[in-house]
């Protein structure tokens, strides 16, 4: 077989499975948010009624550690605790799923980070739309982006606009 031809084929053939491993590392992260999102949202409904505070601390404690023995780590109380916090902060699935593509659960964790409403959809529409990386993320949030653009220091109304 000629060399040029094994080249373009070895070519082609590695772009399909770099392009197939990059979709299935797309559609595992919506997955992920989702999943999360929907987790979060479950307890909040069902368990926490939006405030119950001292039984859903104990029924969050318990389900935690029996979701870590069965599923590990990434179910252990401070990651339910994201969770719980991602469904309050981002009440509407569709706007999860329609973002999941863009963002991946570690953004969403540092954007919950983010006490100001304002200041965290700044952030995520910023994510959005310029298709920020995590450590982009952390780097202009740490970087004070927000709070050093004209937009900050405009009346709240506008911001919302």
């Not at 080249?7 to 559609?27: C, E, G, M, P, V």
């Not at 039984?55 to 339910?80: C, H, I, M, T, W």
């Amino acid at each position: 077989m000629p060399k040029n031809l094994t080249t373009n084929l070895f070519r082609d053939i590695s772009q399909l499975i770099d392009s197939t491993k990059h979709h299935i590392a797309h559609y595992a992260n919506t997955s992920l948010v989702i999943l999360n999102w929907q987790i979060g949202q479950r307890i909040n409904q069902d368990i926490l009624k939006e405030s119950r505070a001292e039984y859903g601390v104990q029924v969050v404690s318990q389900l935690a550690k029996q979701l870590k023995e069965q599923y590990g780590s990434g179910f252990d109380r401070p990651n339910l605790s994201r969770m719980i916090r991602f469904a309050r902060l981002f009440p509407d699935q569709q706007i999860c799923v329609t973002l999941s593509h863009k963002l991946s659960w570690s953004h969403f964790i540092k954007l919950i980070s983010v006490e100001e409403t304002l200041k965290r959809d700044f952030y995520t529409e910023m994510c959005r739309l310029e298709n920020w990386n995590v450590r982009v993320l952390r780097k202009k949030i740490d970087g004070m982006l927000y709070e050093r653009t004209a937009l900050a220091k405009q009346p709240e109304p506008v911001i919302k606009a």
